[in-house]
């Protein structure tokens, strides 16, 4: 493949036209061998309508250009320095940000040998309505904001002269409950390969007779064969191990008519396979193919784990042959301070944080991920509900899918399961969230036939919902999938303690898990589904903070109050920094991750204006609590400190002396209260076992700011234009204690082969920009996110604030992508 690359890049010409466009090669012709390029850079991009934008001729000298992934909504609004504003359509759903009609167009030139191939031009994700050119000629539509398409643009592309994509975006009215995006917001791709090969998504590999001494793999290849006349075709297929060892190899002959295409299936058996698993999730990958009188026709390289999964209500989820407790979260599709652009470096970072905050299990609520959130799944070791919609043929909103669902469901459906195929990390095909009318006779119907339709398509996988306003009346609707996602089951508003041990009673066949759950009951729901075999996991809502359904973790929903200007939910147990929450370090104690303790004051005055509107059954919020000894004002005056334990028990101490000991077990539900006058100085949690000191926890009342502190999570980043470092920033005082009620100004320098893409704090009701080179600390810290460029060299960045000491980072961008991070 090296040498693919360095004939393709000895075929790159650029040039510049009259009107501005920046075209580019793309191609050499002369390998058999299908070729995959990000088609990510060098757009043109129009924030509006524009007459007749698709047509090839048009003078786009005066756009903006910009490099994908993109999304408009989370840049500022023009003529403001933000994105929200009080009056946009989606008010608290999509967090007071705004849609409408955008233009994207790309220039680009083939070379003449390229005539001979066939090409495909590939959509990661476009939100939401969009429309496709190629040269002038309408492509086609897809509606859905969430699923990959692709078209054969074969027939339609010029050779040697300027070629031109247009893409029309609509997000219009109010299509969304949460914040969406606008605009291109993942990968494009364009892909060539000869008149014999592998269909698009046509690779399909399982496991079967799964153990530690031995699997079978499946692998199915659909052969397409585009030329006029029968061609017999020789399949070979190689698997290699993650240290690049070749482990099997097999190889089929099959002949294929004109015009036609067959699936091709092969099976080989490994011995003492390495099984892909949560804590080991090693991938293999199979290598195919295809020759047609011993000439290569076409390679392709699939990754893939072997693992066996089984669900049974008597032994729970099995993973391998093992018992596994899902400890699940839900996540949507926002990476915070980038709104919906989907870096492949955002999605994997957004995966290596949860998985070690202890999560196992993400659902992706409400709407199929992107490629690369999968990818960091199978590499990482994260457990996959992929979900298809949030609504179906009924709408929550005026403007959302339910128009687009009947005529394009089985697409949608299609796209999500052939793309994601073969990632071993997902173990449930979700079909939707919170249905309306799940009990009526023709909402089951339509339940039926997407369960039937995403069993025809996969069959190792099991057919799951989350549903809502539990009770007997959604049976029907129950018996429609393989396993019952259950929103809310622990005092949710059904109204009833205990739903699955009732459910079980009268279904004891049922297999559950809490899909939804409260951050204000995360015990109880976890011990609900760690006590009962049948309950699979819990989910909850949510793991990762997130722009959108504003306020839902202060205020709650629904609720009188006035609501601008709160833009995040608030109610994750990570913030949209990926920074740890309260409720974050109690699931750690309950989890008994690694023997947590941690300490937390409730705040005093409560750190927003509260709502006394909030619906009883809302419980997206959590205590207000604060990592923080300094409460000035407040002296003497008894402070609520809560600790989470893991341990035993634990020991207070103020300035060294003794508060007293208090057991921190399942039966105090791992957390202890003490109320402690306060006094400046050192708070201390003490974790005993069997009586033995094992580990501490401490709040410093910190002094007067004096410096910045910068902690970049990767020194060391790709010179590819897509790479990222997030780099916390700190307001500290002379000793580097963090200043928990800092909220300096920070503004930031950067030379260099780098730019800032985003910049954030967790406060939910900021309405700074993200896109501007400053910002505002919130709780003593913010964050700045920096992107390579295609070059190698020192990023130096430097954050100031006025009667602050200044800091300066260098982070290296490079062509070795082994480099340390």
């Known amino acids: 493949m090296d040498n693919l690359r360095a004939k393709i890049f000895l075929a790159i010409v650029f040039m510049l036209f009259s009107h501005g466009n920046q075209a580019q090669g793309l191609i050499s012709p002369e390998e058999n061998l299908r070729d995959k390029q990000l088609l990510d850079d060098n757009w043109k991009f129009h924030r509006g309508g524009y007459e007749r934008a698709y047509k090839t001729d048009l003078d786009d000298s005066d756009w903006r250009e910009i490099d994908l992934p993109h999304d408009w909504s989370i840049e500022d609004i023009p003529s403001a320095n933000s994105p929200f504003d009080p009056n946009a359509v989606g008010q608290t759903g999509t967090g007071f940000t705004k849609g409408g009609t955008s233009w994207y167009r790309k220039s680009f030139i083939l070379d003449e040998k390229a005539k001979e191939l066939i090409a495909y031009l590939q959509f990661d994700g476009i939100y939401m309505d969009s429309e496709v050119w190629l040269n002038g000629v309408k492509l086609g539509r897809n509606p859905y904001g969430y699923t990959s398409f692709w078209f054969d643009i074969s027939e339609g592309l010029k050779y040697g002269e300027e070629n031109v994509i247009a893409v029309k975006v609509k997000n219009e009215g109010e299509n969304s409950r949460w914040y969406s995006g606008s605009g291109i917001y993942r990968h494009v791709w364009l892909t060539f390969m000869n008149d014999i090969h592998v269909e698009k998504w046509g690779t399909q590999v399982i496991s079967k007779n799964v153990s530690e001494s031995l699997a079978e793999v499946v692998i199915g290849n659909r052969i397409k064969n585009e030329t006029p006349n029968p061609v017999k075709v020789v ?6 191990d993650s240290n690049g060892d ?14 036609s295409n067959e699936n091709v299936i092969q099976i080989v058996r490994l011995e003492s396979p390495r099984l892909w698993s949560v804590a080991h999730p090693e991938l293999y990958v199979v290598q195919t193919t295809v020759f047609t009188n011993g000439e290569q026709k076409d390679k392709i390289e699939t990754n893939i784990g072997i693992r066996s999964i089984q669900f049974d209500p008597e032994l729970g989820f099995l993973l391998n042959g093992k018992s596994l407790e899902l400890k699940g979260g839900n996540v949507h599709h926002d990476n915070g301070p980038l709104g919906a652009k989907a870096f492949d470096r955002a999605e994997e970072r957004k995966v290596e944080l949860l998985k070690a905050n202890g999560y196992n299990a993400i659902r992706s609520a409400h709407n199929p991920p ?7 799944c199978d590499k990482l070791g994260m457990l996959v509900v992929n979900e298809a919609f949030d609504m179906w043929d009924k709408g929550k909103n005026s403007h959302d899918y339910h128009l687009y669902f009947e005529e394009f469901w089985r697409k949608d459906i299609s796209s999500m399961i052939k793309r994601d195929f073969n990632h071993p990390s997902i173990i ?3 079909i939707g969230n919170e249905i309306p009318e799940m009990d009526a006779p023709e909402t089951v119907a339509i339940a039926r036939n997407l369960a039937d339709y995403v069993r025809e398509l996969d069959s190792s996988r099991p057919v799951t919902a989350a549903v809502n306003g539990l009770g007997p009346e959604k049976d029907d609707f129950f018996n429609t999938l393989d396993v019952a996602g259950y929103n809310y089951a622990v005092a949710g508003d059904h109204g009833k303690a205990d739903i699955y041990g009732e459910d079980h009673e009268r279904i004891p066949n049922r297999i559950m898990y809490g899909s939804e759950s409260y951050p204000l009951e995360s015990f109880d729901s976890w011990m609900a589904a760690k006590e009962k075999p049948y309950v699979i996991g819990d989910f909850v ?3 990762f903070d997130y722009l959108g359904e504003a306020s839902i973790g202060w205020l709650g929903y629904p609720t009188n109050h006035e609501f601008y200007p709160w833009t995040l939910a608030f109610c994750g147990d990570l913030d949209i920094c990926g920074w740890k929450r309260p409720q974050s370090y109690y699931r750690d104690a309950f989890w008994g991750k690694d ?12 750190s927003f ?7 009883s059954w809302s419980k997206w919020h959590f205590s207000d609590l604060i990592s923080s000894w300094n409460w000035m004002g407040h002296e003497g005056e008894k402070l609520e400190v809560v600790v989470f334990s893991s341990y035993d028990n634990v020991e207070l101490f103020l300035n060294n002396k003794s508060l007293g000991t208090k057991v921190t077990n399942r039966d105090t539900k791992n957390k202890e209260v003490w109320e402690v006058p306060y006094a400046p100085g050192k708070l201390e949690a003490v974790g005993y076992i069997n009586g033995e000191r094992k580990s501490t926890y401490v709040l410093t009342t910190a002094g007067k700011p004096i410096q910045l502190q910068m902690k970049p999570d990767k020194m060391n980043i790709k010179a590819d234009g897509q790479d990222l470092s997030y780099i916390t920033v700190e307001v500290q005082d002379s000793d580097g204690f963090l200043i928990p009620d800092a909220e300096n100004l920070i503004q930031f320098e950067i030379e260099g082969p780098g730019t800032i893409v985003g910049v954030g704090n967790a406060n939910p009701i900021s309405t700074e920009s993200y896109i501007q080179s400053e910002r505002k600390a919130w709780r ?5 996110i920096i992107k390579s460029e295609k070059r190698e060299g020192l990023i130096r960045l430097q954050a100031n604030s006025k009667a602050l000491e200044s800091s300066t980072i260098e982070i290296k961008t490079t062509n070795d992508f082994d480099a340390g991070r």
Do not use: Y
């Not at 070749?246 to 015009?259: D, F, K, M, P, R």
């Not at 992107?370 to 960091?376: E, K, Q, T, V």
């Not at 023997?595 to 409560?606: C, D």
């Not at 204006?609 to 619906?615: D, G």
């Open 235 to 240: 399949v070979r297929t190689l698997i290699s």
């Open 246 to 259: 070749q482990v099997a190899e097999t190889e089929s002959e099959i002949e294929i008519q004109s015009t």
């Open 370 to 376: 992107s490629p690369a959130f999968l990818d960091a």
């Open 428 to 430: 449930m095909w979700g």
């Open 541 to 543: 809502w949510t793991s």
């Open 595 to 606: 023997r947590a303790l941690s300490l937390f004051v409730k705040n005093p005055t409560p």
């Open 609 to 615: 204006e509260e709502s006394p509107e909030r619906a």
């Open 780 to 784: 003593g810290k913010c964050l700045v």
